[in-house]
């Protein structure tokens, strides 16, 4: 098959890593955590930050030893077995392809309330237009939307901790601080499994740092640049996930946080700052759109991956003379989320997605710990831990997401067999 061009530099690679993260999950999953577990959704974002570094530490070593188009599905076929690395492709494509449609549904939700389903579909056509120009422009556009949402996200933060704090006393200050600690507490200890299932949804909102390990082979100097781009995205967006759940839970509360379609937005309200809420609303769009765009990209790299290696029609992987993107994958990628957008409601596709990316990451891990010693960059109990961590938190999900991802994985298997049967 032909080759992708190595395009993107270390700057590039982090700017992707972020904008695959600050997007819809920041602005839409403390809402679906809260409404899970109240206050224990602290606690569940902490532990979802832990599995992520997991798996974010086993994809960066894999990635410096393949670095190649396809993450977990090329590490699945070459470190354990063609068929393991096959679930983790099929999961990836069907949980990535949810994931594209809650991001588009969250920009829709945030931009145009009422006409949301028609929005999401021009931006997932305009979009895949975009990538499908090369993946210097899809770089470039992403840093731009990273730039802009973080700023809005740092104002919206000081201004809603600015109108929280300003009027109440040091007594006060007091009582909610005993208030957050003995309810953050008491939600543990009564519901723990409500802990790992807003766990399990919060992961959503990470599964973005992973990115490059399906870029890698656009990637210049991937063994180096990968390895030191991931972590640094990673834990900005973690220090930025953690203050901005902190302020939604002492600014709304976990009840008022559960019902919201937009958290940020109505504690600016609450703070008494409409006009930051309307910018809030633009940058959640905004921050949604930077996240479809590298989630499309990643969508066409695995399609191209195993459309080279015969899991997928050999058409997936032609690769534009210009542009040396996949175009047919990443046309085919574009209509398969509107297709989606025009069935489905955001919460079940971030459920869905959530058990699916779970079982991709869980190949990724074990495929780390298959690797030998001396192509090891992180301890092997981290790829032990993500492995345990990403089935136990695939299972706490609902019932209908369990099942559903698994009718997808059977219909992925049943696919291959008769692909395979096909060809002898």
């Known amino acids: 098959m032909p080759a992708l061009g190595r395009r993107l530099s270390f700057t590039d690679s982090v700017f992707i890593g972020l904008g695959a993260m600050i997007g ?151 009582m909610l601080s005993q208030e957050f600690v003995g309810s953050l507490v008491a939600s543990v200890v009564e519901d723990p499994l409500s802990v790992l299932q807003a766990s399990a949804l919060w992961f959503f909102a990470f599964a973005g740092y992973a990115r490059l390990a399906t870029l890698g082979e656009e990637v210049q100097d991937p063994a180096k640049t990968i390895p030191r781009a991931i972590p640094v995205a990673f834990f900005f967006v973690v220090t930025l996930y953690l203050l901005v759940a902190i302020t939604l839970l002492l600014s709304l509360g976990p009840a008022r946080l559960g019902q919201s379609s937009a958290p940020l937005a109505d504690a600016l309200l609450a703070g008494g700052f409409p006009p930051l809420a309307v910018m809030v609303r633009l940058a959640a769009g905004l921050a949604s759109m930077g996240v479809l765009l590298s989630l499309l990209a990643g969508l066409s790299r695995t399609s191209y991956a195993m459309a080279s290696a015969g899991d997928l029609p050999s058409r997936l992987g032609r690769i534009h003379p210009r542009f040396q993107v996949p175009h047919i994958s990443e046309s085919l990628a574009g209509a398969l989320v509107i297709l989606l957008i025009l069935v489905a409601d955001l919460r079940t596709a971030i459920g869905f997605s959530s058990f699916l990316v779970l079982i991709y990451y869980s190949v990724t891990n074990a495929s780390s710990l298959s690797l030998r010693p001396e192509q090891r960059r992180w301890p092997a109990f981290l790829s032990v831990l993500g492995l345990f961590g990403c089935i136990a938190f695939a299972f706490s999900l609902p019932v209908s997401a369990v099942l559903s991802g698994l009718m997808i994985l059977a219909i992925g298997f049943l696919y291959r067999s008769i692909r395979l049967a096909a060809r002898r």
């Open 24 to 174: 819809a999950g920041i602005f839409a999953v403390p809402a679906v955590a809260a409404a899970s577990a109240g206050w224990g959704m602290l606690l569940a974002l902490i532990l979802a930050s832990l599995l992520a570094y997991c798996n974010a530490v086993s994809s960066a070593q894999l990635a410096a030893v393949y670095p190649e188009s396809g993450g977990a599905y090329t590490y699945g076929r070459k470190q354990l077995h063609p068929w393991a690395g096959f679930a983790a492709g099929w999961s990836f494509l069907f949980g990535k392809i949810a994931s594209c449609g809650a991001m588009a549904l969250t920009a829709g939700a945030y931009l145009w309330p009422g006409q949301e389903r028609w929005l999401a579909v021009a931006v997932v056509a305009a979009l895949t237009g975009l990538n499908l120009l090369g993946i210097k422009k899809t770089a470039l556009a992403t840093r731009v939307i990273v730039m802009v949402v973080i700023a809005v996200l740092l104002v919206s933060l000081a201004a809603i901790w600015f109108g929280h704090n300003s009027g109440k006393s040091d007594q006060s200050h007091g």
